[in-house]
């Protein structure tokens, strides 16, 4: 079984879709695979995930009956080529719409002034023959590909925009052959031929095209940075030789030289050395991160100044890097519930159009003023070619693409397109206290020694003591000890009392380190200390006293302080009209005091991790949207049940699987950006559909003749041609403002 097959998850590269019909028959061809659990088809950048056990062989066959072309895509591709391929589709349709463009020019100004015979003179007996020949040939090679496509849905029993051109230009030429053979037959009025008209419409719509297909590529830039992020080989250390290799043959546990200004190649933890990385691109954060040895460095970061060893721990598709660059992929072609619309309207509109075109020809003809076969051909040819569904068909998925990727570079992941809708709708924000509002990394806040002892013997004593406990207190005391180089003391006799604290002998002393429960325990008198304690609790610190041989000597408070961003984030939350609630499993006092310091009015403390769920629950029920922000891992719950979830951490692969929206950076500032994002982000599609809408609902009827009666005004077939084109790329340019479009926090 291939790699493909076992990973579950396949991506093509799609060649020939031109509209939403064409993403339709793409899907229906997939589904109908054996083993295909699920087919996602993105219009934006013509690609397809298929899910399930399915061949990709037999994938790629079934795309290719369906009419289109298909290429199994392996790993990351090379953005360069990317580049490459859209560069070339590019160029061939503009020498398609160009060549179709000046003979279509030189056609109607020679018609204009007159320099070609009348249809049916002597003269005109051989040039109109010779001048259809050469439409025909700049036909087939300026249109090759829609007539082909057409014939391709037709055997499937479909519809797409390749049939509207086919019939259109088709028809058009056709049309006039016939105008030329039998000109001695119609009236005088009726014989003109409409050559120009067919290479025109071609030379816009493969115009149209072009420019759309210049503008999408700008669209994926997020995912063509992060792939170019991954250098293509390494430095490893094998044998005592350091040896330069493809980044495919890195294995796992093998040790890896980076020097100054080279990327990591892949995920590791730092051996030997100490350095700054650049991990903007993945984290939207600015600043120079350190490391010394025991950290985690990211494939894909710049190193800066040193150079270091490190182990690799994750490879290939394991790497945060590929997660990210996945996670963006699948949000960029999942589709929104606004998107489904667009789909079931797209699925009948050409047939509808078809139709509609048969009906006009037929009124005209039957109804219209002579000569009513010219007039009957001129509109129904023009309501094919302005009915053309390509804007959309790429209203929603090109304004998702944009959005996405906007997000990824500024270090937010957005896993899921509904997420990207519902985000904006939210009433009811629910934040975790440690980790989300705080630090989650607590330190010593207070240090107060009493009578004739100073602070730095109370830390040597407490860290001593606790250089043998577990508690999680503990790392914050060794960290402030280890911050002024103070040396620890050799404890013995060692009893770690749970729910008090820690005693030991220290230098033939007996200290002993922990919460009022301990000192009651070993029976000293605490009155004059409580004042102090309960002020230290109601600052949302957390204050343990230290004895020394049955005599308290001193307080150390330790805190987990809120983070420097949170206030301003809570903030900017409540400016977007949305009602904030602190849930915690700390303590009632610890919990309103983090809550004050950040603007939380609303606190619900004391909840165990497994009732966060329920509390989401209890206020969907209520009527609110709610969005749920934590860490990613206790919190999972409570993010699987909101409408969205919010995970803050730090791009691990834990927290990247554990939500809707994972915020890399770990500020809250980029939730607000991301409530905004998503505002802006269902406004551009309304904005896109609605004028999709409206031009077809507007321009079909137009292109029906629907103002003849009362105005005397029909659309040429040209006109419609470069509307239809322009529709496209309006989409396109609309979409890609979201990708400068500024946000608070931003």
Not at 100 to 107: D, E, P, R, S, T
Not at 230 to 254: K, S
Not at 391 to 397: F, K, N, R, S, V
Not at 708 to 717: D, H, I, Q
Request: hydrophobic share 45%; aromatic share 6%.
């Amino acid at each position: 079984m291939s790699t493909e097959e076992t990973s579950g998850e396949i991506r093509l590269s799609i060649l020939g879709m031109r509209c939403a019909g064409c993403v339709s028959g793409v899907e229906g061809a997939l589904a109908a695979v054996d083993g295909v659990a699920s087919v996602s088809v993105n219009f934006a950048d013509h690609s397809a995930t298929v899910k399930g056990p399915a061949d990709p062989v037999a994938l790629k066959q079934a795309v290719i009956a369906a009419g289109f072309d298909a290429a199994v895509m392996e790993g990351f591709e090379d953005p360069a080529e990317q580049e490459e391929q859209e560069l070339q589709r590019y160029h061939s349709l503009m020498k398609k719409a160009s060549v179709a463009g000046v003979f279509g020019a030189f056609l109607m100004m020679a018609e204009h002034f007159s320099w070609l015979p009348e249809i049916g003179s002597a003269t005109g007996q051989w040039l109109w023959p010779e001048i259809a020949l050469i439409t025909l040939s700049i036909l087939v090679y300026s249109g090759w590909h829609f007539y082909s496509g057409a014939v391709n849905a037709l055997k499937l029993g479909q519809a797409n925009m390749d049939t509207l051109i086919a019939l259109g230009t088709g028809s058009a030429w056709l049309y006039s052959c016939i105008v030329i053979d039998y000109s001695d037959t119609l009236p005088t009025l009726a014989k003109h031929a409409y050559f120009e008209a067919a290479v025109v419409i071609l030379a816009f719509i493969n115009l149209g095209t072009g420019l759309e297909t210049r503008a999408r590529g700008k669209t994926s830039s997020a995912i063509r940075q992060l792939i170019g992020l991954q250098p293509r080989t390494a430095r490893v250390i094998r044998n005592g030789e350091e040896l330069d290799i493809p980044i495919e043959q890195v294995g796992l546990g093998e040790t890896l030289r980076v020097r100054p200004g080279e990327k990591i190649p892949v995920d590791g933890v730092l051996l030997e050395g100490h350095s700054t990385l650049d991990e903007s691109m993945l984290t939207g954060e600015a600043i120079p991160v350190e490391k010394i040895v025991g950290a985690e460095v990211v494939a894909g970061t710049m190193n800066q100044t040193g150079s270091f060893l490190f182990q690799a721990t994750r490879i290939g598709r394991d790497t945060a890097l590929a997660q990210i660059i996945n996670s963006v992929r699948q949000a960029q072609s999942s589709k929104p519930e606004i998107a489904r619309l667009a789909d079931k309207i797209s699925g009948v509109f050409v047939p509808a159009v078809v139709a509609i075109s048969v009906l006009t020809f037929l009124l005209w003809y039957a109804f219209g003023p002579d000569p009513s076969l010219g007039y009957a051909f001129v509109t129904s040819m023009t309501v094919l070619v302005i009915a053309c569904p390509c804007a959309l068909g790429l209203a929603t998925p090109i304004s998702v693409m944009v959005a996405v990727g906007r997000a990824a570079q500024s270090g937010i992941l957005i896993r899921k397109g509904d997420a990207l809708q519902t985000a904006g709708k939210l009433t009811c924000l629910i934040l975790d206290k440690t980790g989300t509002v705080t630090e989650g990394k607590p330190v010593v806040s207070a240090i107060e020694a009493i009578e004739d002892h100073s602070e730095t013997q109370l830390l040597q004593w407490a860290a001593s003591l606790e250089s043998g406990s577990e508690h999680p207190l503990a790392a914050a005391i060794l960290s402030e000890a280890s911050r002024k180089n103070i040396t620890l003391e050799k404890a013995s006799q060692f009893e770690a009392i749970a729910g008090f604290g820690v005693t030991a002998l220290i230098n033939g002393q007996k200290v002993c380190f922990g919460n009022k429960a301990l000192m009651d325990l070993k029976g000293l008198k605490l009155s004059r200390y409580n004042n102090r304690l309960e002020k230290l609790s109601g600052l949302g610190q957390t204050p343990m006293l230290l004895s020394v041989d049955d005599k308290i000597v001193g307080i150390i408070a330790v805190s987990d302080p809120i983070k420097k961003d949170s206030a301003e984030a809570v903030s900017r939350l409540k400016n977007l009209g949305i009602r904030i609630i602190m849930v915690t499993g700390d303590n009632q006092i610890t919990a309103h005091a983090i809550a004050k310091q950040a603007g939380i009015a609303e606190v619900n403390a004391q909840v165990l991790p497994q009732d966060k769920a329920a509390v989401v629950k209890e206020l969907q029920l209520q009527g609110e949207v709610v969005g749920m922000v934590g860490d990613g891992i206790n919190d999972a719950p409570a993010l699987a049940q909101a409408d969205v979830g919010l995970a803050i951490g730090t791009g691990t692969d834990v927290a990247i699987e554990s939500a809707d929206v994972v915020i890399l950076q770990g500020s809250l500032l980029k939730v607000p950006e991301v409530i905004q994002l998503s505002k802006a982000t269902v406004t551009n599609i309304k904005q896109n559909l609605i004028g999709a809408f409206f031009y077809n609902t507007l321009s079909i009827p137009v292109a029906a003749g629907l103002l003849y009666p009362v105005f005397g005004v029909l659309l040429n077939p040209m006109i419609a041609g470069a509307a239809m084109a322009m529709s496209s790329v309006t989409v396109v340019t609309n979409a890609n403002r979201l990708r400068w479009k500024k946000f608070d926090g931003a």
